[in-house]
């Protein structure tokens, strides 16, 4: 029969391997989509289960610490850190208040006393650093303050390391003994500094040399062995065996501390700068009082503060 002739709707036909093959390979891949097409909600669904699962196990364990301890597993925070301070850094300050700024400001956790004599830090790393700025700061005060000619006016010269553990002051005071109040607040104020730098690792020694230019002699305050010794020192004007002198405005009074001075600050605290040192016997005039702290103008107009328990009245005439 002539093909030609035949019509042309009927489907042609595939011979492979001379099988003729009358499939429709669309239609029959569609189908077979749609059937292997069933397993996509059933994984949804699967996934979903589980995860309800897991948040429930999960929260039934969030008390007992089971789900904390698994969080710092796989996702490790930042280690609190630990720094034992000694508390005589602090002396003839308020502890209670250089605790609170701490927490407050700088979000130290927790500052606890150990064995009467230390304190115990707890902080994040990024609080240490706070506070190690803070001190950084205090101590490029002290040091700049040390320069200024008005407040420390018998002292030449000061150098020091930039890593700060070693201090040279340059005095022209015949005795160097006579600027170890001025040296012993720079002592703290480095020695907390020094601990707060190395946290956990050992504290490095730090030396202050104060040498007079007039006589050659040297004083020297070394961390640790000195700092009993400083202490002692910052806490002269807060300790009196009489009972605390609070003369009034007007009142003449003459600094009565033996055979040692009396420090002249610029506020009404031991933390406030010294400006000057006055001998025993100086004559002072009253121009105010805080507590026990007396505001008052020397014999050559200065102003400042002196610790009450340390002068006595005098009979001057007016």
Not at 200 to 229: C, F, N, W
Request: overall charge negative.
């Amino acid at each position: 029969m002539d093909q030609s002739n035949e019509p042309r709707s009927r489907r042609r036909v595939k011979v492979k391997g001379g099988v003729p093959d009358y499939r429709d390979r669309g239609s029959f891949r569609e189908e077979g989509e749609k059937k292997r097409r069933w397993w996509i909600p059933l994984t949804l669904l699967l996934i979903i289960v589980a995860a309800a699962g897991t948040l429930w196990f999960f929260g039934n364990r969030i008390e007992s610490g089971l789900f904390h301890e698994l969080i710092e597993t796989f996702f490790p925070g930042e280690e609190e850190i630990q720094i034992t301070i000694p508390a005589a850094l602090f002396t003839g300050e308020d502890l209670d208040e250089i605790s609170a700024a701490a927490i407050e400001e700088h979000g130290v956790d927790e500052i606890v006393p150990v064995e009467d004599d230390k304190l115990v830090y707890t902080m994040s790393p990024e609080a240490k650093e706070s506070l190690l700025e803070e001190a950084e700061d205090q101590l490029e005060k002290k040091l700049t303050s040390l320069k200024d000619e008005r407040q420390y006016d018998y002292i030449i010269e000061i150098s020091y390391a930039s890593s700060f553990d070693d201090f040279f002051l340059s005095t022209d005071l015949d005795q160097p003994e006579k600027a170890l109040p001025a040296a012993s607040e720079l002592y703290m104020a480095a020695v907390y500094y020094q601990y707060l730098y190395a946290a956990e690792e050992l504290v490095k020694e730090m030396v202050i040399v104060i040498e007079s230019e007039e006589t050659g002699e040297q004083e020297r305050l070394a961390y640790p062995g000195d700092l009993s010794r400083v202490a002692s020192i910052m806490e002269r004007p807060e300790v009196a065996d009489d009972e605390p002198l609070t003369p009034g405005a007007g009142d003449k009074v003459a600094v009565d501390t033996g055979p040692d001075n009396l420090n002249l600050r610029d506020g009404p605290a031991i933390t406030y700068l010294i400006i000057d040192v006055l001998s025993s016997g100086t004559e002072l005039e009253v121009i105010g009082e805080e507590g026990e702290w007396l505001n008052v103008i020397t014999p050559d107009e200065q102003e400042g503060w002196v610790h009450g328990d340390y002068v006595k009245i005098t009979d001057v005439e007016e």
